[in-house]
């Protein structure tokens, strides 16, 4: 039986709770939080399958090599001293990323350099040839992480981040990233036992996300291929284990889920976006402007969107006409005129906004939407009449 190793899961701030339940519900052990990243130990079948069910992960890396760093002289010799032909031949091509934080070491672009010089000639001096760097599509990418004066070397299994999950095709403007939308569904609470409403759904990536948690889909089915899969030591067939064990969890979704945005061209890229996922029979969207609807069905909404306003927007995009204060508001009017029932969830990077949705929000919790500070913000609606105090509790997080 193989030995578990320690691995490192990447991730959004904010989202390092959420991804450690992910990984303790899928099997990790010594789950440990930190700042924007949780480590794990697991086998590489784990590793497999972390890569491949994990929703809030952005990279998942395997650590090496761990030492102490002195200079840059003092780095060179540590990274030539390590046995690069366990992970790579001179046939091979490989790609080094960089992040440094150190009074040592200033330019992650230089530690990157180094470490390409390091590897190229302990290549050149064991074997009089050198294996190529190829920083778009390496057989290996190699992660150095300096803090201070500890140096940890790790090896890539994702590739290229895992919010690429290989459906979506077609997107408008500032489109919401995969791992965020789907951190935030989870942060709301999601979990597919009732309908759901993505009321400005763009591309339709809250959608497809909000399906594949319902489902229980492995997030990153869709994906051409990881990191992992050049290595040496792959092994296809317990790969294919994984798949396929993971397929056989998926479960059947027994309410709605629904997408509305008044932009035709919105309109076709989601539908495009959903066919290709395989989650057409799942997803129903349709041309509405959502100020001027109302919930269609009795019982619970959960409702999760992205506005397309805000400074996600470069002004010239915005239309000519446009309110901050008049969208807000409208948000605001048409939850309380429109939408009995519903758990209401949003995120915006624009706080000043809120002011004018008229209502006070029972949840407020601070996310980054890329470099943008942000809040996913909850407002509950109720059915019937409730005590005004009941829609005026605010939680703050």
Known sequence: M?????????????????????????????????????SFEGDTGFMYKANLCLRT??????????????????????????????YLSVDDTFAV?????????????????KTKDAIVDKFRDLEGKRPDVDVKNPDIRINIHIHKNTCNVSLDSS?????????????NIAPINEVLAAGLLLLSGWDGQCDFLDPMCGSGTMLTEATMIA??????????????????DFDADLYEKIVSSSLKRTREFHHKITGYDKAP???????????????????????????????????????CFNPPYGERLDRSDLDSDFDVEEFYSNIGDTLKQGYPGTNAWFITSNLQALKFVGLRPSRKIKVFNSHLESRLVKYVMYEGSKKAKYNNREENI
């Not at 303790?24 to 939080?33: D, I, T």
């Not at 969207?285 to 109302?294: I, L």
């Open 265 to 303: 061209s919105a309109i076709r890229k989601a539908e495009e976006n959903i066919e290709n996922a395989n989650l057409s029979e799942y997803i129903t969207v349709s041309r509405k402007d959502f100020f001027k609807t109302q919930k269609e069905s009795d019982g619970p909404l959960h409702m």
């Open 97 to 113: 990323d960089s992040t440094v934080n150190s009074d040592n070491f200033t330019h992650s672009l230089y530690v990157s350099q």
């Open 2 to 38: 193989e030995r578990n190793f320690k691995m490192v899961a990447k991730t959004l701030f904010g989202f390092e709770e959420i991804l450690a339940k992910e990984l303790r519900n899928l099997g990790a052990s010594n789950v440990v939080e930190g700042v924007r990243n949780v």
């Open 159 to 171: 590739g290229n981040s895992l919010h690429h999950r290989g459906y979506r095709i077609s997107t």
């Open 57 to 86: 992960a952005i990279k998942i890396i395997k650590p090496i090599h761990t030492f102490q760093v002195a200079n840059e002289d003092d780095f060179y010799r540590k990274i030539y001293k390590i046995d690069w032909t366990e």
């Open 215 to 232: 489902c229980n889909i492995p997030a990153n089915i869709n994906r051409k291929g990881f990191a992992f899969e050049k290595w040496h």
